[in-house]
C-alpha cells in the first residue's frame, strides 16, 4: 500500500512539474501574483462569481492566464462579468495558439498583451472569440501569418461595413447582427477576429484629427516581428495600405491602450498600474518631443500639475493626451508639426498659452488664479501638411474581387431583414400602429426579431407607453437589446404607473425610460426594485434621499481602475459596491426609475437628478456639497450678418464651464434653442469660456477665445463672430469652363452644369471604401446640400459600374446630384494638371469651381469631414 502510495505521488508531482506555465518570466508571475491578491479584495463582494472558476480543476497555464486578465481588467469587468466567461476566453486564445502554426512562432509578451486580452476598447462584451474561431479556423489554418491577417480581414467585411452611429460601442456580434459600425466599432470587430484566431492585434487610433473636425481608428498585426496597419473591414491587398495613409501623416497623437504592464519599448503616453497608453505616431508622421515646465509664482516646479495637450477639433481643444508633471515640474508629449493650446491646472489654479510645435522646443507656464479680466485671444491654428505618401504597386485585380464578393454576401445576409410588407401585415395582424411599428423595426435592422418580440408580447395594452419606451430608447439599443431587457423594464414601470398614476409624459421620459447615458442596458428593474423596497417613503422627495444616503454609504468610488471610462452597469454597481462617479450617478437614476420616481442625469452637465413637485432638484455625493445651484441665462447671437454661415454647436462654437482648473465643454448638440439663437438658455452661475472657429479647406481653423461670468438671475451675451477664413484662401488652379463632359449620353460644355456661383464635382469608385465613407456623409448632410440648390456632378470612372451605383445610393443622396460618365477623360486629365497630382490619383477625388473657372478647393482621397468640407466652400 505504501509503494502504491509513494507512486502516486510521484505520478502527481511529475504531471504538476509537467503543465506549461504560461508565464515564463518569475519576476513578472510574482508581479502578477501581488496585483491579483489585491483585485480579490477589491472585488470580494464578488468573490465567487468572479474567482470561483480558479478552483474547477483548470490548469496551471489557463490560471496564470486567467489571474494575469484579472490583475489588470477594468472595474466595469469585475463588476459585470462572471469568472466562467472570462475562462473561456482564456481557454480559446491558448486553443488558438496551438490550433495555428504561427501560434508557436508568437513570442509569449506578445501573445500575452495582444492575443489574451478579451477586450479591445470600450465595447460591450461577448462571446465572439468563440464564434469567430469556429467559423475562420478552417479559411485561415493553411495561410502563413500574414496571408490569414489580410483574410481575416475579407471576412470582417463579409460581416460589418462602414456607417456612422453613437457613442456607445457594440459588441462585436451586435456588429454581425446588424452588418455595420463606425470605425471605432468595425476596428474593435476587426481586432477580435484577429485575436480569435491567434493573430496579435491592436485598435490604434487619432483622438481627434488636426486637419478636421473627426477622428479615426484602425488595426495593427504584428506579422514577422513588426506591427504593421490596415483598415478595419477595409481589405487591401497588402499590409501598411489604407485610405487614411495620408491623412495620418497630418496627424498629431496616434495611440493605442496595451493591456497589463507592459514592458514594451514603445513610447509611454501614461501608464498606470493597469494598461500603458503608447504613442505609435512615429510610425505614421513626422514628429517633435515637446516639453512643458510648470512652475509656481516663486519660480519653483510643480509637481502634479495636470497639463492637458489641446487640439482644435469640434470648436473645443480637445485634450488628445493628459500627463502630470514630475518632481522637475516636467512632462513632454512627442507630436506633429500642427498647433496645440497646452493647458496645465493644479488645485484651481491654471495656465494655458498657444504654442506651433515647430518652433517650440520647451514651454514654461505658471498657473494662477481666475480672472474675469480676461481678454479674448485669437487663435490661428494651423495642422501639419499633407506628406507625400509613396503608395505601393499591387495588383489589386484579386482584391477588387474578393472585395465585391464580400460585399454582396453581407448585403445577401442584410436582405434577410424583414421587408416593408411584412412589417404592415404584423402591425395589422396586431391592430397597431402601422406607421410606428415601421419605423421602430425598420431601424432595428438585424434584431427585427427581438423588437417583434417584445411588441407581440404587449400589444394588447398599453399601447402607448409600448411606442413610448421604444422611443426614448437610441436607434442602436433597437439594433442590439433582447426582448427580455425590453421586457422588464415595460412591465416593471407600466405596473408602477398602474397604481400611481403619474403624468404620462413624466412617466415616458423619466420613470419608462430605460436608456440613462451610455451604459449597456440590461434587465436590472426587478431586482433594484426588490432589494431598494424597503427605502420606499410615502413621499418621493424622502425616498429619493434615502436611496441617495444609502449609495453613499456603500458604494466606494474608484476612478483608476475603470479606465476605459465604460460605466459600470447597475447590476454591477450594487454587487461589485464600487464603480466610477459616473457609474454611481447612472446607478442613482436607475435605482430611482425603479422605484417610480422621476429621475434623470441632467442633459448638460450630468448630475443626477430627481423630480420633486415640477422642480428637477441636483443630488451631491460630496460631503459638503449639498446647496442647489444658482442660475443665469447666457444668450447667444450670431455675429455674422449678412453671412450665409449658419454657426452650429460643435462645428462653429462651444462653451465651457471652469471646473477645478479645467473648462468642461458643456454639451448643448442638440439643444433646440440654439437653432435659432432667440432665447436664452439657463446656465449655472460660474467662469465660462467661449471658442469659435471656423476652418480653411486647407484644414487650417481661425479661432477666437473669449471669457465670460454667469451671474444669479442676469442674462449675459455670447457673440458668435466666426473669422473670415477666405482672406487667405488660395486659387488651386483655373480651367475651360467650356471643357466638354459627357451627361445622359450626349455632350455639353461644363458652364451648363452651374445652378449657383459654384459647382461641386466628385470622381468617384462606387465598389471602394473611401468612395462608400463620403456617400455616407452626404446621404447625413442630404438636406444642408439641396437647401444649397446648386450642382453636384458626380463622375463615375467605370463605365459598368454607373447604374449599380446609382441603384444602390441615390435614395439617400441630395436630389441635386447628377451622374455623369466622362469618355475621353479630358476634364478630370486637366483637374490633375491643375492641382499638380500625380497619375496615381487617389480617389475620390472633389473639387470646387466658381464660375470664373478657378478651382477654389479640392480633397484627394477620403478625408473624415468630406462632406462639410464641400458644403463650408460652396456655402460660404
Same mark, same amino acid.
Given at each position: ?48 462569481? !468572479? ?11 489557463? /490560471? ?173 491587398? =497588402? ?16 495611440? #493605442? ?98 504654442? #506651433? ?62 421587408? #416593408? !410588407? ?8 396586431? @391592430? ?55 421586457? @422588464? ?12 398614476? #403619474?403624468?404620462? $409624459?413624466?412617466?415616458?421620459?423619466? &420613470? ?23 427605502? &420606499? ?45 459616473? /457609474? ?84 448643448? $448638440? ?68 467650356? /471643357? ?8 455639353? $460644355? ?57 441603384? =444602390? ?58 462632406? $462639410? ?8
Amino acid at each position: 500500500m505504501k509503494k502504491y502510495f509513494i507512486c502516486f505521488v510521484l505520478f502527481t508531482a511529475s504531471f504538476i512539474y509537467a503543465q506549461k506555465h504560461f508565464i515564463t518570466d518569475n519576476s513578472y508571475l510574482a508581479k502578477v501574483e501581488k496585483k491579483f491578491a489585491e483585485r480579490k479584495e477589491l472585488a470580494k463582494e464578488r468573490d465567487g462569481k !468572479l474567482f470561483g472558476v480558479l478552483n474547477s480543476g483548470i490548469s496551471l497555464e489557463e /490560471s496564470e492566464a486567467l489571474k494575469f486578465l484579472y490583475s489588470y481588467m477594468p472595474l466595469c469587468d469585475l463588476a459585470d462579468y462572471n469568472g466562467d466567461f472570462f475562462l473561456k476566453q482564456v481557454q480559446y486564445s491558448l486553443k488558438a495558439r496551438e490550433t495555428f502554426k504561427w501560434g508557436k512562432e508568437i513570442p509569449e509578451m506578445i501573445f500575452r498583451h495582444f492575443v489574451l486580452p478579451y477586450r479591445v476598447n470600450n465595447e460591450n462584451l461577448d462571446t465572439a472569440r468563440i464564434v469567430f474561431f469556429n467559423e475562420l479556423k478552417d479559411r485561415v489554418k493553411n495561410l502563413s501569418l500574414k496571408e490569414a491577417a489580410l483574410e481575416v480581414n475579407y471576412w470582417c467585411l463579409e460581416k460589418v461595413t462602414y456607417r456612422g452611429t453613437d457613442i456607445r460601442t457594440s459588441a462585436p456580434l451586435s456588429a454581425v447582427r446588424t452588418a455595420y459600425g463606425r470605425c471605432g466599432e468595425e476596428s474593435t470587430f476587426t481586432v477580435t477576429a484577429l485575436r480569435s484566431v491567434g493573430i496579435p492585434a491592436r485598435q490604434v487610433y487619432t483622438p481627434r484629427w488636426a486637419h478636421s473636425d473627426d477622428n479615426h481608428a484602425w488595426v495593427e498585426v504584428w506579422v514577422d516581428g513588426k506591427w504593421h496597419y490596415m483598415g478595419a473591414c477595409e481589405p487591401d491587398p =497588402d499590409l501598411d495600405m489604407g485610405w487614411f495613409t495620408g491623412p495620418a501623416t497630418r496627424a498629431m497623437l496616434i495611440h #493605442t491602450k496595451v493591456f497589463g504592464d507592459y514592458p514594451g519599448n514603445d513610447e509611454v503616453v501614461n501608464k498606470t498600474e493597469d494598461y500603458t497608453e503608447i504613442n505609435v505616431l512615429p510610425n505614421y508622421a513626422d514628429t517633435k518631443k515637446i516639453y512643458v515646465k510648470v512652475i509656481d509664482k516663486s519660480g519653483r516646479p510643480v509637481e502634479g500639475a495636470r497639463v492637458d495637450f489641446g487640439l482644435y477639433n469640434y470648436a473645443e481643444f480637445y485634450p488628445i493626451a493628459s500627463k502630470t508633471t514630475d518632481k522637475k515640474g516636467i512632462t513632454f508629449l512627442t507630436t506633429g508639426f500642427g498647433t496645440l493650446v497646452i493647458w496645465t491646472s493644479k488645485e484651481n489654479l491654471y495656465a494655458y498659452e498657444k504654442i #506651433t510645435v515647430a518652433s517650440t522646443d520647451t514651454l514654461v507656464l505658471k498657473p494662477v488664479k481666475y480672472s474675469a479680466s480676461q481678454k479674448e485671444l485669437v487663435y490661428d491654428l494651423i495642422p501639419p501638411e499633407l506628406k507625400t505618401v509613396t503608395k505601393k504597386t499591387v495588383d489589386r485585380q484579386e482584391n477588387d474581387r474578393k472585395t465585391k464578393k464580400a460585399n454582396a454576401i453581407r448585403e445577401k445576409y442584410r436582405s434577410t431583414f424583414i421587408d #416593408t !410588407l411584412s412589417i404592415l401585415k404584423f402591425a395589422g395582424e396586431m @391592430n397597431l400602429d402601422k406607421n410606428l411599428v415601421l419605423k421602430y423595426m425598420k431601424l432595428s435592422e438585424g434584431n427585427w426579431r427581438e423588437i417583434k418580440t417584445f411588441l407581440q408580447s404587449h400589444s394588447a395594452e398599453n399601447k402607448d407607453y409600448l411606442f413610448g419606451l421604444l422611443g426614448q430608447v437610441s436607434e442602436k439599443d433597437l439594433r442590439d437589446t433582447r426582448a427580455s431587457i425590453l421586457d @422588464n423594464h415595460f412591465m416593471l414601470a407600466v405596473e408602477l404607473q398602474e397604481k400611481e398614476k #403619474t403624468d404620462n $409624459e413624466i412617466f415616458i421620459n423619466y &420613470i419608462l425610460n430605460p436608456r440613462i447615458k451610455n451604459e449597456n442596458l440590461l434587465a436590472y428593474r426587478s431586482i433594484l426594485r426588490d432589494r431598494f423596497k424597503n427605502l &420606499i417613503n410615502g413621499d418621493k422627495k424622502q425616498t429619493a434621499l434615502n436611496i441617495a444616503e444609502w449609495i453613499k454609504k456603500n458604494i466606494k468610488i474608484n476612478e483608476r481602475e475603470n479606465y476605459y471610462n465604460l460605466p459600470v452597469t447597475p447590476i454591477g454597481v450594487y454587487e461589485l459596491k464600487r464603480g466610477n462617479k459616473e /457609474s454611481r450617478n447612472i446607478f442613482f437614476v436607475a435605482v430611482c426609475r425603479s422605484l417610480g420616481i422621476p429621475a434623470q442625469l441632467e442633459p448638460k452637465l450630468k448630475t443626477p437628478q430627481y423630480l420633486n413637485n415640477g422642480e428637477w432638484v441636483n443630488v451631491y455625493f460630496e460631503d459638503g456639497k449639498q446647496v442647489q445651484p444658482e442660475y443665469g441665462f447666457l444668450l447667444f447671437k450670431n455675429g455674422n450678418p449678412g453671412s450665409k454661415i449658419d454657426p452650429k454647436y460643435y462645428t462653429h462654437f462651444t462653451i465651457g464651464k471652469l471646473e477645478n482648473g479645467a473648462y468642461k465643454t458643456i454639451d448643448y $448638440e442638440t439643444e433646440p434653442v440654439l437653432s435659432s439663437f432667440k432665447e436664452p438658455v439657463k446656465l449655472e452661475t460660474g467662469h465660462y469660456r467661449l471658442i469659435t472657429g471656423n476652418r480653411r479647406s486647407d484644414g487650417a481653423a481661425f479661432s477666437s477665445v473669449s471669457f465670460f461670468d454667469i451671474k444669479k438671475g442676469k442674462t449675459a451675451e455670447a457673440v458668435i463672430k466666426l473669422r473670415d477664413t477666405e482672406k487667405n484662401a488660395k486659387i488651386l488652379g483655373k480651367i475651360d469652363l467650356k /471643357s466638354q463632359v459627357e451627361f445622359e449620353n450626349r455632350e455639353a $460644355e461644363l458652364a451648363k452644369f452651374f445652378g449657383k456661383d459654384k459647382i461641386i464635382i466628385g470622381w468617384v469608385e462606387p465598389a471602394k471604401e473611401p468612395t462608400r465613407h463620403v456617400i455616407v456623409e452626404l446621404h447625413d448632410l442630404n438636406k444642408k446640400f439641396e437647401e444649397w440648390g446648386g450642382s453636384i456632378l458626380f463622375i463615375v470612372t467605370k463605365e459598368n459600374e454607373t447604374t449599380q451605383f446609382i441603384k =444602390d445610393n441615390a435614395k439617400g443622396l441630395p436630389g441635386n446630384i447628377s451622374f455623369i460618365r466622362e469618355k475621353a477623360g479630358v476634364l478630370y486629365k486637366n483637374i490633375r494638371k491643375e492641382l499638380g497630382l500625380k497619375e496615381e490619383t487617389n480617389f475620390p477625388l472633389f473639387v470646387v469651381i466658381n464660375k470664373k473657372g478657378e478651382i477654389v478647393f479640392s480633397t484627394e482621397g477620403y478625408k473624415i469631414g468630406t462632406g $462639410e468640407l464641400l458644403l463650408k466652400n460652396v456655402v460660404n
